[in-house]
């Protein structure tokens, strides 16, 4: 017998988290986005496709301009391929621009990935048939989202240019080199500018906003990688507990729980029983309450619940002290704490960009075995975690007021039950956000987050999924129309609407399970 942590979370993953091939483009330095304004104003006539090969922009190569055939799902479309550097690193940071040849809506949207996955061409048809054009780019590297060793030389040292690549630089150029190529190909420059993204692609949004505050008009940035140097680490924590206890709990013990948590709470923050935590934040699950019950794998033990609260709480220090947040209660187990059994023997199933993030990222050691990690290692390579990659890819930094002043909307949306990144740790920064604007109000003038009840990672779950709100944004940008709640479907197997519901936007201090850190 095999029963593994689901084939549902691994279709979300490569759904949402997923993404990527890759394409280059970058000016030298991190160069505001004026210098794409004046790249673009060089070039305001209408150009062909093909003649957009000629385009001369600072450290790019532009690999090839073809107009390629409307299809049953995307219009007719220029598609440039480009590539960029930073001399003398000999980066190459690929870019894929998409434009209809008819029908252009004006805007140009960047669209992220998943992972390590800067993000993928294939994600451009879809705006492309909305009118826009759209870019994407494999931020320096080529691999799926699960494939984070690029950052490790093959002398064994750390490749910083890539990671910096990868981080923040990749976007950031394919937005210049897509403005650019844009307006050369149109005669005029975009008049509005977005980004949309999820997971990876959220924290690329993010980035975006605190690096380069003039990018971007508007950003949707879903369920986002920020804080990435303590949230990444955290994702290994319920494995390091099953192993330091000494015991791997099997799938369906964790399912028991999971549906516990959700029957014990189900009216918290909603009134309603309909198989949602309404405020999972606001939810007291003590999984001592299941010691005795039996399950089709076993009954549950006092260490079983132990490791449960243990996975809820969230990582901590040897000594007890805060280190991150946990999985929100009423959230699947089978992303971080997934396990396989097989003839009666239950072993850990760690999250890969965990593993990579310890193994290859901090110990620069390919062969490193996840099972020698001890509670005392972890409290060292938690602090490594924080200390190295904070400033290079935490994106954490809540100073957003450049980009409120440059006039950038944000609306951020996170999944309640979001079985991979931590929904609170979301929380916290749109409160430091906060602290930093000066205030609520001030903050929600262009930057508003909405928690999605029963909302997985990026899709799927018992919740209600926010339905389109890159229209949202547009609207807010170009409208002022600021977005009070978010319009929720959920869409069965099948693909029908099920019910709806609302996301509300969130204020203050809703973070009332978690220490601070
Ligand atoms: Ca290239
Ligand atoms: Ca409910």
């Not at 062909?48 to 073809?66: F, K, P």
């Not at 330091?244 to 029957?263: R, V």
């Not at 971080?336 to 965990?354: C, E, H, K």
């Not at 980009?403 to 430091?432: C, M, N, S, V």
């Amino acid at each position: 017998m095999r029963r593994s942590g689901s084939a549902l979370l691994r279709a979300a993953v490569v759904a949402g988290l997923l993404a990527a091939v890759a394409i280059p483009a970058a000016l030298a330095t991190a160069t505001p986005s004026r210098s794409s304004n004046a790249a673009a104003r060089a070039n305001v006539a209408a150009g062909s496709c093909e003649s957009l090969t000629g385009l001369q922009l600072r450290n790019t190569t532009i690999d090839s301009a073809v107009v390629a055939p409307a299809s049953e799902t995307t219009p007719a479309s220029c598609r440039v391929r480009a590539s960029v550097t930073h001399p003398p690193a000999g980066d190459d940071v690929n870019i894929d621009i998409w434009m209809p040849v008819e029908g252009w809506n004006g805007r140009f949207q960047g669209v992220g990935g998943g992972g390590y996955a800067g993000s993928n061409p294939g994600s451009l048809a879809a705006p492309v048939a909305n009118g826009y054009a759209a870019g994407s780019t494999d931020t320096g590297h080529v691999g799926g989202a699960f494939e984070g060793d690029f950052a490790l030389d093959p002398d064994g040292g750390l490749n910083w240019q890539l990671i910096r690549d990868n981080a923040y630089l990749g976007v950031h150029e394919m937005t210049v080199v897509g403005k650019a190529v844009t307006a050369a190909f149109y005669g005029r420059q975009a008049r509005r500018s977005y980004w949309n993204g999820c997971s990876t692609g959220g924290r690329q949004g993010l980035s975006e906003a605190q690096r380069y505050p003039q990018d971007y008009d508007g950003i949707l940035s879903v369920a986002p990688a920020i804080n990435w140097s303590r949230f990444i680490p955290a994702e290994f924590w319920p494995q390091l507990v099953m192993k330091e206890t000494g015991n791997f709990l099997p799938q369906c013990k964790f399912a028991a729980f999971q549906a516990a948590a959700i029957e014990e709470c189900d009216r918290v923050g909603d009134g309603a029983t309909d198989s949602v935590i309404g405020d999972p934040g606001r939810c007291r699950f003590d999984a001592r309450s299941l010691i005795g019950q039996s399950t089709e794998c076993g009954t549950i033990t006092a260490s079983d619940a132990e490791i449960v609260n243990k996975i809820i709480a969230g990582a901590r220090s040897s000594e007890g002290d805060f280190l991150w947040y946990g999985l929100a209660p009423g959230s699947p187990f089978d992303g971080l704490a997934n396990t396989v059994t097989s003839d009666a023997v239950t072993t850990g199933a760690p999250f890969p960009i965990a593993l990579t993030h310890i193994g290859i990222w901090l110990l620069q050691d390919p062969a490193w075995d996840w099972k020698t990690a001890t509670y005392e290692q972890y409290d060292q390579l938690f602090t490594q975690s924080v200390e190295q990659y904070t400033s290079v890819i935490g994106t954490d930094n809540p100073d957003l007021r450049a980009f409120k002043r440059a006039g950038g909307k944000i609306l951020i949306w996170h999944g309640w039950a979001d079985q991979l990144i931590f929904p609170e740790g979301t929380i916290a920064y749109y409160e430091r956000v906060q602290d930093v604007v000066g205030g609520t109000r001030e903050t929600e003038e262009f930057a508003r987050l909405f928690m999605a009840p029963g909302v997985y990672h990026c899709a799927g779950g018992p919740g209600p999924q926010p339905d389109d709100p890159l229209s949202q944004v547009v609207a807010w940008v170009e409208k002022g129309r600021a977005p009070k709640t978010l319009n929720g479907v959920r869409r069965d197997a099948g693909g029908t609407s099920s019910r709806r519901g609302r996301s509300a936007c969130i204020r203050r201090s809703r973070v009332t399970r978690a220490v601070a850190a």
